[in-house]
């Protein structure tokens, strides 16, 4: 996907408003001037940034339409990928969770300077976030899957559909997660590279097996 097929596509599927396109770009421009200062993007893949990153973030709101009302949780944030993306794009109240506190000072200063009302950070590790009910969560390179479920658990109901973009790694991430972890998973293939690859998740639950 070239940068002009990325905002193509931004375009078709979000009907983006102007104060929504001028929000993104000011987003995209605060990002990598902070690259001189932290590493928030791999530098590669600076030119680009809207497919690599506003579209890959993106694309997981609409995997997540059937979501009931409620917070989305976004699991090591970073630079506010995919959070800041989904604040921008939806009404939705969005918490992201980082645990570095450079990219957290970051985070709220994105919120602050693009006003985004529903848009908090909890400035610590996802294990000791206090227990919620995310109408969705998602994880972009987190954490393998068995070790992200185990951490955010407690975050989630039988209703939370989990969004987590995973690379090439997907099916096998699938079967080393189905050793402890039930529920209905489904892989989604990324609308920005053909080898990648979404798990979408409900109803997640742990089931501890006889040795
Ligand atoms: C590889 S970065 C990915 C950032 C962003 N999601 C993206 O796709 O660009 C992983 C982020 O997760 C954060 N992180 C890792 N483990 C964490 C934990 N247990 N709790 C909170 N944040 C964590 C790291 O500080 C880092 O910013």
Do not use: C
Not at 99 to 112: C, G, M, P, Q
Not at 122 to 131: A, H, M, Q, S
Not at 172 to 179: G, K
């Amino acid at each position: 996907m070239t940068e002009d097929e990325a905002r193509q596509w931004l375009e078709q599927q979000f009907d983006v408003p102007r104060e929504t396109w001028n929000r993104l770009e000011r987003y995209v421009a605060i990002l990598l001037a902070e690259m001189d200062r932290q590493n928030l993007i791999a530098e590669s893949t600076r030119p680009h940034v809207w497919a690599r990153h506003i579209v890959d973030s993106a694309q997981l709101i609409p995997l997540a339409a059937n979501g009931g009302e409620g917070q989305w949780i976004d699991l090591g944030s970073g630079a506010g990928l995919p959070g800041i993306v989904v604040a921008i794009l939806t009404d939705r109240p969005v918490q992201m969770v980082e645990s570095r506190r450079k990219r957290i000072d970051f985070l709220n200063a994105v919120i602050a300077e693009l006003h985004l009302s529903g848009a908090s950070v909890f400035g610590g590790r996802v294990e000791i976030v206090p227990p919620a009910r995310a109408a969705i969560i998602s994880a972009r390179a987190y954490a393998p899957l068995p070790k992200l479920l185990e951490s955010a658990v407690h975050l989630s109901d039988e209703k939370t559909i989990w969004v987590l973009p995973k690379g090439r790694n997907a099916q096998n991430e699938l079967e080393a997660a189905s050793r402890s972890w039930q529920g209905a998973f489904h892989v989604e293939r990324s609308a920005t590279d053909a080898d990648s690859a979404i798990i979408v998740a409900q109803a997640v639950r742990s089931v501890r097996r006889k040795a």
